[in-house]
């Protein structure tokens, strides 16, 4: 039997506190700031991380060769750094294409990011459903195969959008988009077909949400908007369990870092702040890499 020299009594195991996990949220740039608040909300004691390739921003147009690289590169810099105990990849465009090669290189688990096509399909009067996404997520099989697996009885109208994850970074640096902007990337999403027409949006990139009070204004008429975010916080906790009771307030400062090594404006400081990140680092990984 082991004895717990100070106190001279027997070692329980079941008795030590169980350390705090570490939690490495990842995307592109800021969208996965909506991933991160409900992770946070789940897990408040955990120590975080949320990086930002910012440097790669927007994954949408990379290919799928430079995506998988890129990816593979700037996650081996920030394991070696950070020692995360699990990474969600925040980002659809990546964990479309890059979760069957993140989890063969790192033995970590990974939570990934993926368009929730299946409840949109659960929710859908009209069967009309339209998914929102990066020109780099609707393109891939991944996608296409969820749309036969889930939705094969419903008409999918898959919209690839290549600026609205450009002005959900915008609005959070200070700059803000026109309306009119906004509801141009918007219009391909609503579908009228006889009598029938769009009653389901999923937002399949993590950045959209930043702009849901916005849409919900300029959408032509009502529809569910699907934010995959608490799904993928229940995953997290499914897979390390809850708060560790007696540590239900994190004791550590979450930090933001940056790829792309050009330091942050006021706006996008107070942003960071408002959801938590108290602390930023800039850890410069050009694309060249
Ligand atoms: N936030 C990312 C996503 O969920 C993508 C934005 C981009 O880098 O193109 O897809």
């Known amino acids: 039997?082991?004895?717990?020299?100070?106190?001279?009594?027997?070692?329980?195991?079941?008795?030590?506190?169980?350390?705090?996990?570490?939690?490495?949220?990842?995307?592109?740039?800021?969208g996965g700031l909506t991933v991160?608040?409900?992770?946070?909300?789940?897990?408040?004691?955990?120590?975080?991380?949320?990086?930002?390739?910012?440097?790669?921003?927007?994954?949408?147009?990379?290919?799928?060769?430079?995506?998988?690289?890129r990816v593979l590169a700037v996650m081996e810099r920030l394991v070696d750094l950070y020692d995360p105990d699990l990474v969600v990849i925040a980002c659809n465009t990546a964990s479309t294409l890059v979760l069957p090669h993140l989890r063969e290189r790192f033995p970590i688990p990974f939570v990934g990011t993926v368009p929730a096509i299946k409840p949109a399909a659960q929710n859908t009067q009209s069967g009309l459903v339209t998914v929102l996404a990066t020109p780099g997520t609707v393109a891939r099989d991944y996608t296409r195969d969820l749309v036969q697996a889930y939705a094969a009885g419903c008409r999918v109208n898959l919209v690839g959008s290549t600026m609205l994850a450009k002005y959900a970074e915008a609005e959070l640096e200070g700059r803000p988009v026109p309306d009119a902007d906004l509801a141009a990337e918007l219009r391909p999403c609503f579908v009228e077909e006889g009598e029938g027409r769009t009653d389901v949006v999923v937002l399949a990139c993590t950045h959209?949400?930043?702009?849901?009070?916005?849409?919900?204004?300029l959408a032509?008429?009502?529809?569910?908007?699907?934010?995959?975010?608490?799904?993928?916080?229940?995953r997290v906790v499914h897979l390390i369990g809850g708060p560790v009771p007696g540590h239900e307030e994190g004791e550590d400062e979450a930090i933001a870092v940056f790829t792309a090594g050009t330091g942050i404006g006021a706006p996008l400081r107070r942003a960071l702040l408002a959801r938590g990140l108290l602390r930023t680092a800039i850890e410069a990984i050009p694309l060249s890499l």
């Open 1 to 30: 039997m082991l004895v717990d020299l100070l106190a001279g009594t027997a070692y329980n195991p079941a008795a030590m506190p169980a350390p705090v996990p570490t939690i490495l949220v990842f995307d592109s740039g800021l």
């Open 36 to 69: 991160f608040s409900e992770v946070l909300k789940a897990r408040p004691d955990a120590r975080y991380l949320y990086a930002a390739d910012d440097a790669a921003f927007p994954y949408g147009r990379l290919s799928e060769e430079s995506l998988v690289a």
């Open 208 to 217: 959209y949400p930043l702009l849901l009070p916005r849409l919900r204004t």
């Open 220 to 234: 032509p008429w009502p529809v569910t908007w699907i934010d995959p975010a608490p799904a993928i916080a229940k």
